[in-house]
Structure formats: structure tokens, C-alpha cells
């Protein structure tokens, strides 16, 4: 599931092989960009900004989100000319051409074209990112914290607060942190919370394979996330899943171990 590694990963890839090359045309399949073309417009950089990622030229800003399911990729014109795309056509959403690379999303959630000067209206709201270089741990922290009485999983899902951290990391994060997930965040201790969060997701962002357990052997990569119903790692209870969410549309799964992971100051609520 793409999250902010990924999506760093994919800037990071898509940044190499476009930047500084001018767009020799574009094609967005969604109704309200279908006549969008930006053809003849450099591209300056490409950014993620926590799951968003950001295709800039001089005068305009592509804006992009994988959600679930969606990825970039890129292929040669004559790769693309013979048809051997990894994914099925008609899941593209859009494609970015210049005489070297391809660019094509695939599935993408969100894709937006903005006038560059907009593009807060797409990601303005989200809070400071892990993996931004200048990255503010106070702000992330009081953010964090800043509603006491929301469950600690569902804080580090909230992308205005820290951006970045997906269903994964939340449900990770609360395990290292021997922390029921409902906890709620003003009673959890959020400061080591986020720097293991922020030591994870920097390192998993140079890994192929994302690992919260230290190996990358298929399987094994997690402590609780995706294993419901199955041994804990650490003792052997059975992981737990339930679903949480600020909202029933918010809700997430979440995978807990009842017994490394005991219900806040040992009460069962
Ligand atoms: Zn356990």
C-alpha cells in the first residue's frame, strides 16, 4: 500500500528521469482535465508532499495521489509504442511524454492539473513530512497532540497532523510502542512515538520492500499489520483486528496484540 516512502520513492524516480526535459504531451484521463495538454513546458522538479505527489513545470503543478491501488511508471516511447505496459490500459490516468521517458499513472486516486501558484489548495492542509529535509518535529509533535482524546492510531493516520504515515506505520507504530491503538493520543507518549515513526519511514524510503521487523523476508515484514487472526511474533497471542476511524468513511483496520499491547493503564474499555 503506497504511503509516504513509496510515494517518496516514486518522486524520487519520476524526478530523475523528467526534470529539466521539456513535456512533449500529456494526456490526463479524468473528465474535468481530459483537454488539459501542457505540451512544450519544462519540468522543474517532481516532490511528494506525505502521499502527494507533485509534477511541477514552470507554470503548472500535477497533482497526484495513489490511494490504495494507484503507481507511476516509467517506460521508453519505443517500450510504450509496442505496447508492453505492466498494467492493464485502462487503468491509466495519466501520461507524461518527452523524448526520453514516459511517465504514466496508473489508478491514480486523485490527478489534478493547478496553476502552480494554487497547488496549496491541494496539499496546504497537510502537516510537516518525515521526509521533507526540513522537516518540523515540534509542529508534528503539537499536532499530534492536539486533540487528547482522539485514539492515538487515528491521530498518526491524520495527515494535517503529520504527513506521511499510512495504515501501516499507525498500526506498527502503536505495536513498538506496546500501545493499544485506541489509546487515547493525550495519554500516549508521543514524542518516542513519532521519532521511531520518523527513524522508520526514512530508512523503508531507500528500501524496495517496506520492513517494520528489520527483515525483508516475504512474510515477515511486519508485527501485527495484514496478520489478524495469527500468533504474535513476541508471545504468541492471537493479533486482534478491529476497525477505527474519526468517521465510519475514515475507518481503517486495525491489528493489535491484546497481550504486548495491554488496553490503557491495564483498564479493558
Ligand atoms: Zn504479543
Not at 526514512?202 to 524496495?208: E, G, S, Y
Given at each position: 500500500m503506497p504511503e509516504g516512502d513509496t510515494v517518496w520513492r516514486s518522486a524520487h524516480h519520476l524526478h530523475e528521469a523528467l526534470a529539466g526535459r521539456v513535456l512533449t504531451s500529456t494526456e490526463f484521463r479524468v473528465p474535468k482535465f481530459a483537454t488539459v495538454e501542457l505540451a512544450g513546458e519544462t519540468v522543474q522538479e517532481v516532490v511528494s508532499r506525505g502521499k502527494h505527489l507533485l509534477v511541477r513545470t514552470e507554470s503548472h503543478s500535477v497533482h497526484s495521489h495513489l490511494r490504495m491501488e494507484g503507481s507511476w511508471h516509467l517506460y521508453r516511447p519505443e517500450t510504450m509504442r509496442r505496447g508492453r505496459i505492466r498494467r492493464p490500459a485502462h487503468t491509466i490516468r495519466a501520461i507524461l511524454r518527452t523524448d526520453e521517458w514516459i511517465a504514466v499513472g496508473f489508478d491514480l486516486g486523485i490527478v489534478e492539473v493547478l496553476p502552480l501558484a494554487a497547488e496549496d489548495t491541494a496539499v496546504g492542509h497537510l502537516g510537516p513530512d518525515p521526509l521533507d529535509p526540513d522537516f518540523d518535529r515540534d509542529l508534528a509533535l503539537a499536532n499530534l497532540g492536539n486533540e487528547p482524546d482522539v485514539p492515538?492510531?487515528?491521530?498518526?493516520?491524520?495527515?494535517?497532523?503529520?504527513?506521511?504515515?499510512?495504515?501501516?506505520?499507525?498500526?506498527?507504530?502503536?505495536?513498538?510502542?506496546?500501545?493499544?491503538?485506541?489509546?487515547?493520543?493525550?495519554?500516549?507518549?508521543?514524542?518516542?512515538?513519532?521519532?521511531?515513526?520518523?527513524?522508520?519511514?526514512?530508512?523503508?524510503?531507500?528500501?524496495?520492500?517496506?520492513?517494520?521487523?528489520?527483515?525483508?523476508?516475504?512474510?515477515?515484514?511486519?508485527?501485527?499489520?495484514?496478520?489478524?487472526?495469527?500468533?504474535?511474533?513476541?508471545?504468541?497471542?492471537?493479533?486482534?483486528?478491529i476497525s477505527l476511524g474519526r468517521t465510519p468513511t475514515q475507518e481503517r483496520r486495525v491489528y493489535w496484540c491484546p497481550t504486548c499491547q495491554p488496553a490503557f493503564g491495564g483498564r479493558d474499555r
Open positions: 492515538v492510531f487515528v491521530a498518526l493516520l491524520d495527515q494535517r497532523k503529520v504527513a506521511g504515515f499510512g495504515n501501516e506505520y499507525a498500526n506498527e507504530l502503536c505495536y513498538l510502542a506496546r500501545l493499544d491503538p485506541r489509546t487515547p493520543a493525550g495519554d500516549a507518549p508521543l514524542g518516542p512515538i513519532l521519532d521511531r515513526g520518523v527513524k522508520l519511514i526514512r530508512a523503508n524510503r531507500d528500501r524496495v520492500e517496506r520492513t517494520f521487523t528489520g527483515t525483508t523476508r516475504p512474510g515477515q515484514m511486519t508485527w501485527v499489520f495484514g496478520r489478524e487472526h495469527r500468533p504474535c511474533r513476541r508471545c504468541g497471542t492471537t493479533i486482534r483486528e
